[in-house]
């Protein structure tokens, strides 16, 4: 079963005629069909999985600027937590005075407290394309050629958690390869985060915030369930690319001050 797709006057909704994007999301649709094709013959029913996970590993690759911004930030951030830490003793009760301060020790560094979120956001078009390109039912007034490939008797544009549901054995052992996959992902970055959490002064931050950051390595895996499979596989592939990559480029760009704050 796929999933409801809008309606516009009654008729599905076609996103090639969406301002700006539609022009990209058949654009994009047309390609992945173009490189699956072109795998077909030698991969069969892999092709498709192959496709999305290739196009995953491309873009995670062409981030990887992006991506060393955000560690040298991350560490940069862990030479100040002493200073930071300072800071809330001194102003605790002058939240704007604190503020002010903290961004200033920022600048002082050439520390941007948002670089931590120009890969996710760089992303964020690019699922969205993909999204939108596998759940339309029509493209320029065509069929969708992606709604045809599947895996696991799952169509690329049926969620796979729906098709888990329904019992069927196959999109089952997918559904728990996917949710396993995340899982592992999710405990190996949250021990990371324990660990480096380690000797850095203690923070003032609400206890909910704190039990909120520790299921923060876990909530891909709800997303990978609801979207459209291809999406899914994205965010499967893109989840442990950084589950990797991070640990290495903090082990190649980080000081020892950033190991180990003082």
Same mark, same amino acid.
Request: proline share 9%; no cysteine.
């Given at each position: 079963?796929?999933?409801?797709? #809008?309606?516009?006057?009654?008729?599905?909704?076609?996103?090639?005629?969406?301002?700006?994007?539609?022009?990209?999301?058949?654009?994009?649709?047309?390609?992945?069909?173009?490189?699956?094709?072109?795998?077909? #013959?030698?991969?069969?029913?892999?092709?498709?999985?192959? %496709?999305?996970?290739?196009?995953?590993?491309?873009?995670?690759?062409?981030?990887?600027?992006?991506?060393?911004?955000?560690?040298?930030?991350?560490?940069?951030?862990?030479?100040?937590?002493?200073?930071? /830490?300072?800071?809330?003793?001194?102003?605790?009760?002058?939240?704007?005075?604190?503020?002010?301060?903290?961004?200033?020790?920022?600048?002082?560094?050439?520390?941007?407290?948002?670089?931590?979120?120009?890969?996710?956001?760089?992303?964020?078009?690019?699922?969205?394309?993909?999204?939108?390109?596998?759940?339309?039912?029509?493209?320029?007034?065509?069929?969708?050629?992606?709604?045809?490939?599947?895996?696991?008797?799952?169509?690329?544009?049926?969620?796979?958690?729906?098709?888990?549901?329904?019992? /069927?054995?196959?999109?089952?052992?997918?559904?728990?390869?996917?949710?396993?996959?995340?899982?592992?992902?999710?405990?190996?970055?949250?021990?990371?985060?324990?660990?480096?959490?380690?000797?850095?002064?203690?923070?003032?931050?609400?206890?909910?915030?704190?039990?909120?950051?520790?299921?923060?390595?876990?909530?891909?895996?709800?997303?990978?369930?609801?979207? #459209?499979?291809?999406?899914?596989?994205?965010?499967? %592939?893109?989840?442990?690319?950084?589950?990797?990559?991070?640990?290495?480029?903090?082990?190649?760009?980080?000081?020892?001050?950033?190991?180990?704050?003082?």
């Amino acid at each position: 079963m796929l999933p409801p797709t #809008p309606l516009a006057n009654g008729h599905p909704m076609d996103p090639s005629t969406f301002f700006l994007i539609g022009p990209l999301i058949t654009a994009a649709a047309r390609g992945i069909d173009a490189l699956i094709g072109m795998l077909d #013959p030698a991969l069969g029913a892999a092709s498709a999985p192959l %496709v999305i996970a290739a196009i995953t590993l491309v873009v995670r690759a062409a981030l990887i600027p992006l991506d060393v911004r955000m560690t040298r930030a991350e560490g940069a951030r862990r030479r100040l937590a002493p200073q930071l /830490a300072a800071l809330r003793t001194r102003w605790k009760k002058r939240p704007d005075e604190l503020q002010k301060r903290t961004m200033q020790l920022y600048r002082d560094a050439g520390v941007t407290p948002l670089a931590g979120m120009g890969s996710m956001l760089a992303q964020a078009p690019i699922v969205s394309v993909l999204y939108l390109a596998l759940i339309a039912a029509t493209l320029d007034g065509e069929p969708n050629p992606l709604v045809r490939y599947t895996r696991a008797g799952v169509s690329f544009a049926e969620p796979l958690g729906a098709a888990a549901l329904t019992g /069927a054995g196959a999109a089952l052992l997918l559904a728990a390869g996917v949710v396993t996959s995340l899982s592992v992902a999710g405990w190996v970055q949250r021990r990371t985060m324990t660990r480096l959490q380690r000797g850095l002064p203690a923070t003032d931050m609400p206890a909910g915030v704190t039990r909120a950051l520790g299921v923060l390595p876990f909530v891909a895996i709800v997303p990978a369930l609801v979207v #459209p499979l291809g999406a899914a596989i994205y965010l499967v %592939v893109s989840t442990l690319w950084s589950t990797i990559e991070r640990p290495l480029l903090r082990r190649i760009l980080w000081t020892e001050a950033e190991w180990a704050p003082r």
